[in-house]
Structure formats: structure tokens, C-alpha cells
């Protein structure tokens, strides 16, 4: 069905095709498991989640990117951008870091049709490193220079009062934790006009929380995964490559890692090293590597066999350069199957510990935490609050199933495990 | 065959020793060891002395001083705390006051239970299931099942726990079910099949949160493996010879499919064991799952540590379990 070996072309096409660029293992497993349409809609759906992760600040915000405060208390009128303004440090690293990628991935599919591969590798790695240098000096300026600012002047009210005009609002007037403390009406309410998703039971938006919500989601299941892989890859890498007695303690610690139930493991963490965001990412991290390490050695366990690698390790290279430059490429392609279907867990795992009350602090908002203060059920059960979040989780997660799916269709056409 | 469980046995050693150094690690490496309650009194004390006293005294039944008061390494502290473990000393719990090993023997048979009921009703839903799906591949019927099951793994357990309990144990919507237990308060009255009865309506809905996650896996895991031996050349034999289509599927695929369903069950049970945090929470049940929660929010290290350790234990013990089933159950496959 999905024929990833590219045929051997005839002589009378070489020319035409050694002209093109050829197309990688990579190339291939990708555009087989992207064909169906409901990967398709997957890599859609998590794309805009990226996105909303992003640029949540400038949807769903209580202050205006721009309003004009009349003249009163002996003051001129004066222009202002309160929205710029009391953007957080974490907003402007966010912007920072999603920028690099984005022109790191533009950088590919502008270079995409280059002929000169090795020229196309050079440049790529330079932007790379450009792109790391510029995202982590930024980071570190905004770090030093950057200060929250704390702005609690209620534009609406301004506005409506007439003491403020030229108000530019965002789409969604309100952010995760803005309440209205006068309105005593507004709490606790059915969807309405004004909140389409009803309030919750301190008067917040539900649907701005909703959308909030994307960026723990998304930031924990990447960092947690990122934090993952590199442990994973590493362990998986040596423990594959050396096998013998090195292999079998190896595979008994992975096993012990296993054995714990995964939850019980991360609440003695959690109870250990306290609970913050930052904390839940190393975590998950920590406890959800053994996945990939698995995969990792099964592939070097089959590549340390093979002629290149003995051809590499007898040209003289050093072990790490035979390790990760050589064997890693060819033996990282179902670690992508494991990340996706990694990614899917942390984003399960991180909502039931918000859901628990040990996860991200309040006023954060997180999916799981949205659908613990849905209510004590038994008494009060604001359905309202519930769907939302619970439908966020559940396609968040089922677009990486389907893809990691994909994947693994692709990598391995007969297997037909889930 | 006796070599291969010997090995089998003998490589579970280095397991449980990893096991239980990690988590004797973890706790001991943590802020807060010599925690007033570790020594499991209760009394205040005012004096100076008095306190010194006491601390030394924790930190003599922690095993962090000999009884003269001098230092113990490392590697003997652990070596005492596996002894004491050993001995049925499980260290005393810092909010409950009690010892640890009462609490896990209260609370274990109610988690085990449940668990092993959701797993029966999983095996008797997921194989009919994943069968059928098998026999009609690639017809409309396997399609949905195949979307069925990845849905259904997908779905978040805290969502379906919260809206069953929402909509359906809650008197402003149906008050069909009871909120919170797993049995009445009061069953001093009941007949033995009454409390039977009580005990089935109380753990129904956590059973369903139970149960779909692994229906999905299991069933995948049936199909999967019907689809693997109908491509076999003894198929086509017994096609050929003219066994009929249900005596094939049921008396010659079904029956070599079950060699994969005996591995997948070491999977479930730790899963189900991890998932009984979420779900016990939910519905008020009083098991391991809420007291590895309430431990966290205790700060509770030693009531975690030995969760974990039971925990793990019963883990690897499902996976020694299903190894030798394999060993027995399949004379192809050759231990030397």
C-alpha cells in the first residue's frame, strides 16, 4: 500500500532525477502518514492550538491594545497601549521562541527546492544555531530588563463611564483570571450573551479560561516531552550500542521505573519537589523517558551490526560522533511515533494532576483544573464549565493518537497494534 | 522450561533492588525527612532538651543515627530500611499517625477488587468485540470500531468521570446513581445479596471509567492478533479441507489469538492501578488511588513511598505472571 523504498529508477531517467532532490526515508514516512484527511485535520487542529498557546495574550484580554483616557483628576488626555504593556515575561519568551521556529521553518521551505544538498545542510545548521543564540540572548535580556507590570484599571468600565473613548479591544474582553467583583449577577452563570460559555464560580470567563488554557497544555506536553526525548535518546543510544552486561542492569532499571504506576510515581515527585508549573515539565519528563529509550535501543541493537557503523568505528571516528551523527538519523524515526503518542500522555497526565489540585497553581488556568472547579459534582455542577474543558482534552489528545498512528502505519505497514 | 523461570525469577532481583533504592532515594534525599511525625508521637514538648531528645529519636528509627548517635551511611540505611520492611515495619504514616502497613491493608482490598472486576468485564466486552471487527475487516463495521477505539482511549478519564457524576449522580439532573462510596453507610441490616446488590450500584459508574480505556486497548490487541492468523498457511488448510467459517474463526484462529491477550493483561492491571487515583478521587472511594492523593497533599512521604513500593511490586509481579503463562501456554517458543 505504502511503498516507502523509492524504486530503482531506469538509466534514462537518472539525469532528470539526480536533478531534483532526493527524497529521504523522512520524506517518505512523512507524506505517507500525512495523506489520510484525518491527519490532515490533526496537524490542522495542533497548529492552531500552537498558535492560540501563542498568541493568547492579544485574544482573550481585559485590556484594550489601545484606548484614549479623557482628560480628568488634572491629567492630559493621553493615548495608551495597556494590552502591550502588561504583557508578563513568560508572554514575551513565548513570542520570542515561537518566532525562532517559525523563521527556522520558513528558512526550511524557502530553501526547500536548493539542489546543493551539502550547501542546503550548512545553512540550514547555521540558521539553527543563529536562531538558539538569538532566542536564548533575548530570553536572557528580557529576563534582566522586563518587568510585570500589574494593571487593574477596569477599561470596560472607563469606557462605559465615557472617561476613556478610541478603545480597540481584543476579540474576547476578558483573561483567565479577570472577574467581575461588582457584579454579583454575573457569577456563576449560564451561557448568555457576553459569555458564551457562562461564568464560572468566581464570575471569570469560561471561554477565555477555555482558550488560556492551551498554553499549560501545550507548553508542558513540549517541555515535558523535549525533557523526555533527550533522556530517552541518550539512555536508549549507549545502552543499545554497548548490549552485554551494560544492557541487562539498564533494561532492570527501565523496568523498575515501569513497574511503579506512572501516577503514583509523579504524586511522590510532586509531594517531594512541591508543585509548579516548571516542576510538572521536569517531572513528566523524568518519569516518561523509558518509552523512548526502549525504542531507541531495539533500533541500535539492529544498526551495531551493520557495515557502516563498523566502517565508521574503524575509519577512527569517535564513539559519539558513530553514536549520535551516524546511527541516531537512521534509528530516530519511530521515536516520532513514541513522541506523539508521549505528547498525547503528557497532556492526559497534566490535566489529571490540575484536575487532582496538584498541578499548575491557581488563577492558571488548565483544562484539568477548569473541570475540577466544574464543581463538586454532588452539589453543584456547572455543566457548562465542563464540556468545554473536557472536549479540549479529549481532541488535543486524540489528534496525537491519530497521527502517532499514522506514523507507526507508515514506519511499519503489517503491524496493527494501537 | 525450570532453567527459564529460574533466570525469570532471578532477574526480577535487580529489579526490585533498583525499585526500592529509588524510592528509599527519593524520600530520603527530601527536604523535611525528620518531619515531627515520623516518630509517631503525638505529645508536645517544651523543653529544649526534651526536643533534642525527640529528634534524635526520629532520626533513630529513620535509621539516619546509630543508638549512640553517631551517623549511618547511606548504603546501611537502606540496607535497615529494606530489613525493617522486611520485618513488616512499613514506617509510620505523618498524617494519620498510624502505621503505614495498617493503612495499605485497609485500603489495598478495595482497590484490588474493583481493579480486577474492570478487568474481567474488560476481557468479557473487548474479545467478542475485537473479533467481530477481525472477521468484518475493512467493512463499515471495523472502520467505526477502529474510530470507536481510538476515541474512546483518547477520552480523558477525569472528563467521563465528572460528567457521569454530573449528569447522572446528581439531583439537579437524574439522581440515578449514588454520589460517593462504594457502599450505603449504614449495612448492619442488609442480607448478604442486598450488600451484594448495594455494592454493584455503588461501583457501577467507576467501573465504566475503569473500563473503557482498556476495552479500547484489549480490543485493538484481539483484532490485531485474529488479523495475524488469519494470514497463516494452517487457515487456508483447514479452509481448504472444509472447516466451516465459525468453527475457523472460533475453534482454530480464536484459540492461537490468545497467546498476545495473555501478554496484554500485565499491561492493564498497573494502568488500571495508576487510573484508580483519578477515579477513587472522583467517586469518594476510600483505596490506594485517595491515599496516594491524600498523602501528596499531607506531604505524607512515607504512606507514598510504600504505595509506590506495593505498587511496583504488584507490577512486577502481574509481568512475572504473565511471562510464565506465556512460557506454558505456547510450547513453540523455546527457553533454553
Known amino acids: 500500500m505504502n511503498s516507502l523504498e523509492p524504486s530503482l529508477p531506469s538509466e534514462t531517467m537518472m539525469p532528470r532525477l539526480l536533478s531534483q532532490r532526493p527524497r529521504s526515508y523522512w520524506d517518505n514516512v512523512l507524506a505517507s502518514a500525512v495523506r489520510p484527511w484525518a491527519v490532515k485535520i490533526s496537524v490542522a487542529y495542533l497548529v492552531a492550538l500552537s498558535l492560540l498557546a501563542v498568541l493568547i495574550p492579544f485574544i482573550a484580554n481585559s485590556r484594550p491594545y489601545t484606548v484614549v483616557v479623557s482628560a480628568h483628576n488634572s491629567m492630559q488626555a493621553k493615548r495608551l497601549y495597556p494590552l502591550f504593556r502588561s504583557l508578563t515575561r513568560l508572554d514575551l519568551i513565548v513570542l520570542v521562541w515561537a518566532g525562532v521556529v517559525v523563521w527556522c521553518v520558513l528558512h526550511q521551505w ?260 477548569m473541570l475540577n472547579e466544574a464543581g463538586n459534582p454532588a452539589t453543584v455542577f456547572r455543566w457548562w464549565e465542563a464540556i468545554g474543558p473536557g472536549l479540549a482534552i479529549f481532541l488535543t489528545v486524540m489528534a496525537f493518537n491519530v497521527i502517532g498512528q499514522a506514523l507507526r502505519d507508515a514506519i511499519d505497514p503489517h503491524g496493527e497494534a494501537l | 522450561m525450570l532453567n527459564y523461570i529460574i533466570r525469570r525469577l532471578l532477574l526480577m532481583i535487580p529489579t526490585l533492588f533498583i525499585m526500592s533504592f529509588m524510592l528509599f532515594a527519593i524520600v530520603r534525599f527530601a527536604p523535611g525527612l525528620a518531619h515531627p511525625g515520623a516518630g509517631g508521637t503525638t505529645g508536645k514538648l517544651n523543653s529544649r532538651q526534651a526536643q533534642k531528645e525527640q529528634e534524635l529519636e526520629i532520626k533513630r528509627r529513620l535509621h539516619l543515627v546509630d543508638r549512640f548517635g553517631h551517623p549511618i551511611s547511606v548504603p546501611m540505611q537502606y540496607w535497615l530500611w529494606v530489613r525493617d520492611i522486611a520485618e513488616g515495619h512499613f514506617g509510620m504514616s505523618y498524617q494519620y499517625d498510624e502505621p503505614v502497613l495498617t493503612l495499605i491493608a485497609q485500603r489495598l482490598p478495595v482497590t484490588i477488587t474493583l481493579n480486577l472486576i474492570a478487568t474481567v468485564i474488560i476481557y468479557i466486552i473487548a474479545v467478542p468485540g475485537g473479533m467481530l471487527a477481525a472477521v468484518q475487516r475493512g467493512r463499515w463495521f471495523d472502520r467505526g470500531f477502529g474510530f470507536l477505539t481510538l476515541a474512546l482511549y483518547s477520552l480523558p478519564s477525569i472528563w467521563v468521570g465528572s460528567m457521569l457524576l454530573g449528569f447522572l449522580a446528581n439531583p439537579q439532573f437524574l439522581d440515578w446513581f449514588p454520589a460517593a462510596g462504594i457502599h450505603t453507610t449504614d449495612t448492619s441490616h442488609m442480607t448478604y445479596f442486598q450488600y451484594l446488590g448495594d455494592y454493584c450500584y455503588h461501583i457501577a459508574l467507576p467501573l465504566v471509567c475503569y ?55 500485565a499491561g492493564v492491571l498497573p494502568g488500571l492501578l495508576a487510573g484508580s487515583v483519578i477515579v477513587e478521587q472522583i467517586f469518594s472511594i476510600r483505596g490506594m488511588g485517595a491515599l496516594a492523593y491524600k498523602a501528596t497533599f499531607g506531604h505524607d512521604l512515607p504512606v507514598l513511598q510504600m504505595v509506590g513500593l506495593v505498587g511496583g511490586i504488584i507490577g512486577l509481579l502481574a509481568d512475572l505472571i504473565t511471562d510464565l503463562c506465556y512460557a506454558v501456554a505456547d510450547p513453540r517458543v523455546s527457553y533454553e
Open chain 1, 110 to 369: 524557502l530553501t526547500r527546492k536548493e539542489s546543493d544538498l551539502v550547501r542546503r545542510r550548512q545553512r540550514r545548521w547555521r540558521v539553527m544555531i543563529l536562531a538558539a543564540f538569538a532566542a536564548i540572548a533575548l530570553t536572557t535580556l528580557i529576563g534582566i530588563f522586563r518587568h510585570n507590570v500589574l494593571d487593574v484599571t477596569n477599561y470596560t468600565r472607563l469606557v462605559a463611564e465615557g472617561k476613556a473613548h478610541g478603545a480597540i479591544f481584543a476579540p474576547i474582553k476578558w483573561g483567565y483570571a479577570d472577574m467581575e467583583p461588582l457584579r454579583r449577577d454575573l457569577i456563576n452563570k449560564m451561557p448568555m450573551p457576553g459569555h458564551p460559555l457562562g461564568t464560572d464560580g468566581q464570575g471569570r470567563d469560561v471561554l477565555a479560561r477555555l482558550l488560556w488554557s492551551a498554553r499549560v497544555a501545550m507548553s508542558v506536553g513540549f517541555v515535558s516531552q523535549i525533557i523526555a526525548l533527550v533522556i530517552g535518546v541518550f539512555c536508549g543510544a549507549v545502552d543499545g550500542y554497548f548490549s552485554g552486561i551494560v544492557d541487562l542492569l539498564f533494561m532492570r532499571f527501565v523496568e523498575a521505573v515501569e513497574a511503579i504506576p506512572t501516577l503514583i510515581l509523579i504524586l511522590i515527585f510532586v509531594a517531594t519537589f512541591g508543585r509548579n508549573i516548571m516542576a510538572i515539565m521536569v517531572i513528566l519528563g523524568v518519569t516518561g523517558w523509558t518509552g523512548y529509550a526502549r525504542f531507541v535501543r531495539a533500533e541500535f541493537l539492529r544498526l551495531r551490526s551493520l557495515d557502516y557503523v563498523a566502517a565508521a568505528r574503524a575509519a577512527g571516528l569517535p564513539l559519539w560522533r558513530v553514536l549520535f551523527r551516524y546511527m541516531l538519523p537512521n534509528g530516530i524515526t519511530p521515536v516520532l511515533v513514541s513522541a506523539s503518542f508521549g505528547f498525547a500522555g503528557a497532556v492526559t497526565i497534566e490535566s489529571g494532576l490540575s484536575f487532582l489540585g496538584v498541578g499548575v497553581r491557581p488563577p492558571t488556568a488548565s483544562w484539568g483544573q
Open chain 2, 211 to 265: 473500563v473503557y480505556g482498556g476495552f479500547a486497548v484489549l480490543s485493538k490487541q484481539v483484532r490485531a492478533a485474529m488479523l495475524d492468523n488469519m494470514r497463516q498457511d494452517y487457515v487456508r488448510t483447514a479452509r481448504a479441507k472444509g472447516v466451516g467459517n465459525w468453527t475457523l474463526t472460533v475453534r482454530h484462529i480464536f484459540r492461537n489469538s490468545l497467546l498476545p491477550l495473555i501478554t496484554i493483561s
